[in-house]
């Protein structure tokens, strides 16, 4: 593009400069997932399950990547040890350094001999030996890298750029948008086969990998693992749901240094409204998913509690970000930051009589947007009292203390939430669809069990994700909810909800 280094990522405007850009009609239709699934599902060997949690992730949220290719309850996620995912330095975008190890690259890894097979090969039960190639040639993940100069991050830029740009406004751009989407080490710590435009690769999430790298293919890597060894020597242990679930909240959610806020909501990158299970389910798989959910048929539930515990613990962390630069009076800082709150409580039609206007349907005062409605709608049972304090500060003006707003923050504990929370009256098209998700999630792991049910799930199912999807042509959910010519009422999306969970418990039981 002339006039533009091709590298350039998205701006963050400050507060004496917020940006007025217009969100591109189009821009997220051009990431509707793709209907051509294949013709087998994950353990229960359905057709079905791909398609229901690939529209699933199309209601939750438009992936931040490039389109994809082609009975007991699960017990509290316990909290992770030493590192899950490697943090970001804030001011120079790259990784900070928990361990002394240098990173050696995707291509370590890539020998036809280790992980670089074209199959997968069943002799070996603890790799499948092919897990490079599925990496770089199904995952997404392997180009994020790329697309920071497609078409569309093209014309993000060109929404957010300023004619005042300078050399040091380009380097916040690169720090914000790498630390996501080529999130690298600093330069001392790259070995002579680390290469810089690998995306998010191997050790991203498993950790830098000079010291751990020989002795993960001896006899005794399971003893170093068991006894926290191979944590030391820079490994990051994805064998734990809540590491998994915590290493992908750091991108998916955001953290200190690596956000996507309203200004780039607005320029037209998807909002960041992750779930773990559907963006789970999405994945091409380069671990034994099918052999773990045999070990383990409740292993649906685990992630789900594992999600939103992280992504709940994620979103706080960079909250206290946030009002900290706020309070401090960083110029950087925008607060508050409209991208905490609730998307459709202003970006709705506007009719008149409405639900919004009934004070009861939202913990929120009237007129004022609820915060946290995605992140904390099922852990408000389960972490009430701090999380309401949160809420009360963000949600006590439009422009509340970042001070009190940082204290309430650093009180919060959160705790995993019950998967079989109560079904309650919508209070929002994000309460409903996360309510959605965890009944999808029962369902998942009741037929991973091998359990029986009624034939009327899956049109329940289908009904609900239908009510909630965003009409042609929108990237939000037009009229939905709304009294006047509503497409679907809140009333019938509680039905459904209600149905849906007694169908399940109907299944539990027999």
């Avoid at 929370?421 to 009741?446: N, R």
Wanted: aromatic share 8%; net charge neutral; proline share 6%.
């Amino acid at each position: 593009m002339p006039g533009r280094n091709k590298y350039d990522g998205p701006p963050r405007p400050t507060n004496r400069e917020r940006v007025n850009s217009l969100s591109a009609t189009g821009f997220a239709s051009a990431f509707r997932v793709r209907s051509s699934w294949g013709s087998t599902g994950k353990a229960s060997g359905t057709r079905s399950y791909y398609i229901n949690k690939a529209l699933a992730l199309l209601i939750v949220a438009l992936p931040t990547m490039d389109a994809f290719q082609e009975v007991a309850l699960a017990s509290e996620p316990a909290a992770s040890a030493e590192q899950s995912a490697l943090a970001i330095d804030s001011a120079s975008g790259l990784l900070a350094a928990r361990q002394p190890h240098n990173f050696l690259g995707a291509r370590s890894c890539a020998a036809s001999a280790c992980h670089g097979g074209i199959d997968p090969d069943p002799r070996f039960p603890l790799s499948r030996r092919n897990e490079y190639v599925t990496w770089l040639d199904k995952d997404p993940h392997s180009r994020s890298y790329q697309t920071l100069n497609n078409e569309l991050s093209n014309a993000i830029l060109d929404r957010l750029s300023r004619p005042t740009d300078d050399d040091a406004t380009r380097a916040n751009r690169l720090a914000n948008c790498f630390g996501c989407h080529n999130p690298q080490p600093e330069p001392s710590r790259r070995g002579e086969t680390y290469f810089t435009r690998d995306s998010v690769s191997c050790e991203i999430c498993h950790g830098p990998a000079e010291q751990w790298i020989g002795p993960h293919v001896t006899a005794s890597w399971s003893q170093l693992k068991g006894s926290g060894e191979a944590v030391r020597l820079g490994f990051v242990k994805t064998l734990e749901i809540a590491t998994r679930a915590e290493t992908c909240a750091a991108c998916h959610v955001g953290s200190p240094g690596r956000e996507v806020n309203h200004d780039l909501i607005a320029a037209g990158h998807p909002a960041l409204k992750f779930e773990l299970t559907a963006y789970y389910a999405m994945l091409p798989k380069h671990w034994r998913d099918e052999d773990e959910r045999k070990a383990n048929p409740q292993l649906e539930l685990a992630l789900w509690q594992a999600g939103q515990l992280a992504c709940g613990e994620a979103a706080v962390e960079l909250l206290k970000w946030r009002a900290d630069r706020a309070a401090g009076e960083n110029v950087d800082a925008i607060w508050p930051e409209f991208a905490e709150y609730d998307c459709y409580a202003c970006h709705h039609d506007l009719v008149h009589p409405s639900w919004r206007q009934a004070s009861a349907t939202s913990s929120a005062p009237l007129g004022m947007p609820a915060w946290g409605s995605w992140y904390f709608s099922r852990l408000s049972e389960s972490s009430s009292e701090s999380l309401h304090s949160l809420a009360d500060a963000m949600q006590r003006s439009f422009r509340p203390d970042p001070k009190l707003v940082l204290d309430a923050a650093k009180s919060v504990r959160l705790t995993a939430p019950s998967i079989n929370g109560a079904i309650g009256d919508p209070t929002s098209w994000d309460d409903a669809t996360q309510q959605y998700l965890a009944l999808v999630a029962t369902e998942q792991s009741l037929t991973d069990a091998g359990i029986a049910g009624p034939t009327e799930v899956k049109s329940t199912i289908t009904r609900l994700r239908e009510q909630l999807a965003f009409p042609a042509g929108h990237d939000s959910p037009k009229r939905l909810f709304e009294s006047g010519n509503a497409n679907v009422t809140r009333a019938q999306v509680h039905q459904s909800l209600l149905e849906l969970m007694q169908q399940l418990q109907q299944r539990r039981g027999n």
